[in-house]
């Protein structure tokens, strides 16, 4: 509430106007909409909304409403009566409630309610209004205050239909012979037992709702991120705290919501059931199954917003994660906790490289989840058809809010899928979860913001778009062994225009992770794949995410690669080059040639540590370009046949000896000959 609101709920309680009054007004106000578009029209004279005032509202409501015409508070004119409503109640002492019912209550039921009522809070008086209800079936809702008691039969019966589903399903997985015998027990039993259960919550009504926000007033002790229930059964979860009332973005569709309809509290921040059954399968952003192969049985509640680890519980960033993919590994090594950034244009192959990543890690003990934000529907089809074909569905999971979910979906689904990777990270486990894309999960946020009411910044995100990314990420971690000792790796995925790293968003981002991985346009059209720019990308990491084989065969790689790009510009309209400057020219685009990889075609560590090796130490001189892919596969068969020896001391020392480059150096040169 700003300072001219306060103001003008001041003047209603020093005027002191009676509750008739504003009944009155607001009866006007709500039953004639052209009355409040004519005082808010800055076109009509101030003599004339006089007049209107004058002739259709009570003496005592004549002059607030002259002061809200002139701080231009018409639209907001019912909020602040009814606050000024709360407050005569509270002042009198007394409490309003109603009734839903079926069957008329006695009058001696009715003075005993009244007397419960009155004891329950406190107040000298308590105004109670009957509505009958036969959606309710029997019993009665009382609402008092903030609170609901339900004694209706028709939550009992929606309680003994959930206890039975729970029941039936446990029976059919036991897979007894007497199935049937069982469930007929169980039905006697629960329906013997059935009783009307009662019980007290927190209660709120919506005064506002439309593209899927809510604003619900009554629930004074709401926490924030805490899922609350609508009465249609859809959740929501609260977003905004503000003085009188809370915001809520709806989890599904609002039909059969109005202005009025009642909003429970459910106690409990807005979490996902997990368990290891998630393997293999695609879900939404809520976690339930998406793809069609049943229910998932969850075996803990995670939340999905939750504090990152403290230093004290981490370990050093220092154990590879291998990509399969030789210009990262060799230059930018990601590490187990690390957060690596893919940033490019669209169509350079982000995607292409995460899902590359994923493969990579079949047989090495890492489970990967995939989260999708604002994607389409057939992109994401393609991917897990991707991951199944190389056999990367067993050990990963799929968490989707396409393009088509609404604007809140999108923005949980991340913190839904990391929510999932703690679960299996506080089980030792080594979890990989990438983020395609965070731009698209900025923008959701941004949208979600707007209608939340909050003001927009810089490109219209609002102030704490930061915080949103900074959050999600910091959760990234390799714990000590005293917590678990498991590790998240997070490839955050941002799409830039034209380039642009220094844009708002993909700054943001830059400064939370621990390296980029940029990948140019430019580069892509040109045939280089992956389209690495190997100036702008960097790993904070470094070494320590590789293995000693790695970083001796690696050796100068970035070095060399970026002296024969400035060579190569500078010699571009040169007709005679000496012969060191030949030889540097040549060595550069051996690398550039041996650094393309196919799609979907991880290299092995062992693989990636003979070719550096080769390459840099002139193995592959004098052999054209055109034939040196060809070259490398068989000079590989060659190896996996006549040097096993030498694949199972890299792959088991992860140390390259000076005695194991020279049986190397003699395999390849025995090749050649």
Same mark, same amino acid.
């Given at each position: 509430m700003n300072d001219k609101e306060k103001l003008l709920l001041d003047e209603l309680k020093s005027a002191k106007i009676p509750q008739a009054d504003i009944n009155e007004t607001s009866a006007v106000l709500a039953s004639c909409g052209d009355v409040s578009d004519t005082l808010g029209n800055p076109l009509v004279t101030h003599e004339e909304k006089k007049a209107v005032i004058a002739k259709l509202f009570p003496e005592s409501m004549q002059k607030p409403l002259m002061s809200a015409v002139r701080s231009g508070l018409v639209e907001k004119l019912p909020e602040i009566m009814e606050l000024y409503t709360d407050f005569l109640i509270e002042q009198e002492g007394s409490i309003r409630a109603s009734v839903r019912y079926v069957t008329p209550l006695t009058e001696l039921q009715q003075a005993d309610l009244r007397k419960f009522i009155i004891e329950k809070f406190g107040k000298n008086d308590v105004s109670i209004e009957y509505i009958q209800d036969p959606d309710i079936i029997g019993g009665f809702i009382l609402n008092a205050g903030d609170v609901e008691y339900d004694k209706s039969y028709r939550t009992s019966l929606r309680a003994l239909r959930e206890t039975l589903h729970g029941k039936a399903a446990e029976l059919a997985e036991r897979d007894t012979s007497d199935t049937h015998g069982d469930i007929i027990s169980v039905l006697r039993t629960e329906v013997r037992d059935f009783d009307v259960r009662s019980g007290a919550t927190e209660t709120g009504f919506i005064t506002r709702i439309g593209d899927g926000i809510a604003t619900v007033r009554g629930m004074n002790a709401v926490m924030y991120g805490e899922l609350v229930e609508f009465e249609t059964g859809i959740r929501g979860i609260v977003q905004n705290l503000e003085e009188n009332s809370v915001g809520v973005v709806l989890l599904g569709d609002d039909h059969g919501l109005t202005e009025g309809s009642s909003v429970i509290r459910t106690g409990k921040r807005a979490g996902v059931g997990?368990?290891?059954?998630?393997? %293999?399968?695609?879900?939404?952003?809520?976690?339930?199954?998406?793809?069609?192969?049943?229910?998932?049985?969850?075996?803990?509640? $995670?939340?999905?917003?939750?504090? !990152?680890?403290?230093?004290?519980?981490? =370990?050093p960033v220092n154990v590879p994660l291998q990509t399969g993919i030789l210009a990262i590994d060799s230059m930018f090594p990601i590490g187990r906790g690390q957060r690596e950034l893919i940033i490019g244009d669209r169509q350079t192959g982000k995607t292409s490289i995460a899902l590359d990543t994923i493969i990579n890690q079949k047989d090495k003990d890492m489970i990967c989840i995939y989260v999708a934000i604002g994607q389409k529907s057939s992109t994401v *089809?393609?991917?897990?058809?991707?991951? =199944?074909?190389?056999?990367?569905?067993?050990?990963?999971?799929?968490?989707?809010?396409?393009?088509?979910?609404?604007?809140?979906?999108?923005?949980? *689904?991340?913190?839904?899928?990391?929510?999932?990777?703690?679960? $299996?990270?506080?089980?030792?486990?080594?979890?990989?979860?990438?983020?395609?894309?965070?731009?698209?999960?900025?923008?959701?946020?941004? *949208?979600?913001?707007?209608?939340?009411?909050?003001?927009?910044?810089?490109?219209?995100?609002? %102030?704490?778009?930061?915080?949103?990314?900074?959050?999600?990420?910091?959760?990234?971690?390799?714990?000590?062994?005293?917590?678990? %000792? %498991?590790?998240?790796?997070a490839l955050p995925i941002i799409e830039t225009l034209a380039g642009d790293i220094s844009a708002y968003i993909p700054t943001n981002v830059i400064s939370i992770t621990d390296g980029q991985i940029f990948l140019e346009s430019e580069l892509f059209n040109s045939g280089l794949r992956p389209a690495v720019n190997y100036g702008l990308?960097?790993?904070?990491?470094?070494g320590a995410a590789q293995t000693k084989a790695m970083k001796k065969a690696a050796g100068n790689l970035r070095?060399?690669? !970026?002296?024969?790009?400035?060579?190569?510009? $500078?010699?571009? $309209?040169?007709?005679?080059?000496?012969? *060191?400057t030949t030889d540097l020219l040549d060595h550069g685009h051996m690398l550039t040639e041996l650094l393309k990889q196919p799609l979907y075609n991880p290299l092995p560590h062992y693989e990636q540590v003979i070719l550096l090796y080769a390459a840099q130490h002139d193995l592959f001189k004098g052999i054209p370009l055109k034939e040196l892919r060809e070259y490398r596969t068989e000079l590989m068969n060659y190896i996996r046949t006549y040097g096993q020896d030498i694949i199972e001391e890299i792959e088991e020392k992860k140390v390259l000896t000076d005695d194991l480059a020279e049986r190397i150096e003699r395999i390849v040169t025995a090749f050649e000959e």
């Open positions: 997990v368990s290891d059954e998630l393997l %293999g399968r695609v879900v939404d952003a809520l976690g339930a199954p998406i793809d069609g192969l049943g229910s998932i049985k969850a075996e803990d509640y $995670f939340p999905i917003e939750r504090e !990152a680890p403290g230093v004290i519980e981490r =370990k *089809a393609q991917v897990v058809n991707t991951l =199944k074909k190389y056999g990367a569905m067993d050990y990963s999971i799929v968490v989707c809010a396409s393009a088509s979910d609404p604007a809140p979906f999108q923005y949980i *689904a991340p913190y839904s899928g990391t929510a999932m990777a703690e679960y $299996f990270m506080a089980k030792g486990r080594d979890v990989l979860i990438v983020y395609d894309d965070l731009s698209k999960h900025a923008v959701a946020y941004r *949208a979600m913001s707007l209608l939340l009411h909050r003001p927009p910044g810089r490109e219209a995100y609002p %102030g704490d778009v930061f915080y949103l990314h900074s959050r999600l990420l910091e959760r990234s971690s390799r714990l000590d062994d005293e917590h678990g %000792g %498991g590790s998240l790796t990308s960097v790993s904070r990491v470094g070095i060399d690669l !970026a002296q024969f790009k400035e060579m190569e510009i $500078f010699t571009q $309209f040169s007709s005679e080059l000496d012969q *060191a």
